[in-house]
């Protein structure tokens, strides 16, 4: 089936610096959904995107949509220690089915 | 609060035994999911349903065996088919077009 791949893998900031992890497909995505799980926890739901070009802000974490609707990002401005945990985008298939790609791993050393 | 219960927290299973996992939700919704996750990696889905008595396999059904014969709970059962079952499971449900809320998760260790 379809599957969205997200890079990268891991990455490690110090506080302060900015992140951004990118979710691509190769084909039109319906819309895209975001998730933060922190260590030893669960998936946490934390937004979704469906208009082509779609860009949503939570406080510091800016989330896009792409123009085609073949791939999304997520970038936090001034990483924060409260910011670890693996970020997974999510493809919405039919029937509010969802594949997640395989997460981005965000590490902030103080 | 409306959400979603997993039990237990941790579990064990001999070699060769059946264990089932406990899913129970209080949102009304119609959706229920189980996932599969390995240390490190993404989400797998297992079985999912999408209204009361029906289910469907998952990209990994295999071993794994579940019933939905109420709305509110969606369990799950690890067979002795299941030949590599240590993992986190987690559950979630959904309304229609909104996001999942997954529970805290069952971890099981193979002992």
């Known amino acids: 089936g379809q599957q969205v791949m997200q890079i990268p893998q891991y990455q490690h900031v110090q506080e302060g610096e900015d992140f951004t992890t990118y979710c691509n497909s190769s084909?039109?995505?319906?819309?895209i959904q975001w998730y933060k799980q922190r260590p030893g926890g669960h998936p946490v739901f934390l937004i979704q995107?469906?208009?082509?070009?779609e860009v949503k802000k939570q406080k510091r974490l800016t989330f896009q949509f792409g123009e085609a609707k073949k791939n999304s990002s997520l970038h936090i401005t001034a990483t924060q220690t409260t910011d670890v945990g693996t970020y997974f985008c999510?493809?919405?298939?039919?029937?509010?089915?969802?594949?997640f790609g395989g997460g981005t791993r965000l590490m902030v050393k103080p | 609060d409306g959400g979603i219960t997993q039990s237990p927290k941790y579990l064990f299973r001999k070699e060769g035994q059946n264990v089932t996992l406990s899913c129970e939700q209080n949102l009304n919704h119609d959706a229920m999911y189980w996932y599969r996750q390995d240390p490190g990696q993404g989400l797998r889905l297992i079985y999912y349903s999408q209204i009361v008595n029906d289910f469907q396999k998952g990209d990994i059904a295999e071993g794994y065996s579940v019933s939905r014969e109420k709305k509110e709970s969606f369990p799950l059962t690890v067979t002795s088919a299941q030949k590599n079952p240590t993992a986190f499971y987690l559950c979630a449900s959904s309304g229609a077009g909104f996001g999942y809320t997954f529970g805290s998760g069952t971890r099981l260790t193979v002992v």
């Open positions: 084909t039109t995505l319906s819309n």
């Open positions: 995107l469906v208009k082509s070009g």
């Open positions: 999510a493809q919405n298939n039919a029937g509010n089915m969802l594949t």
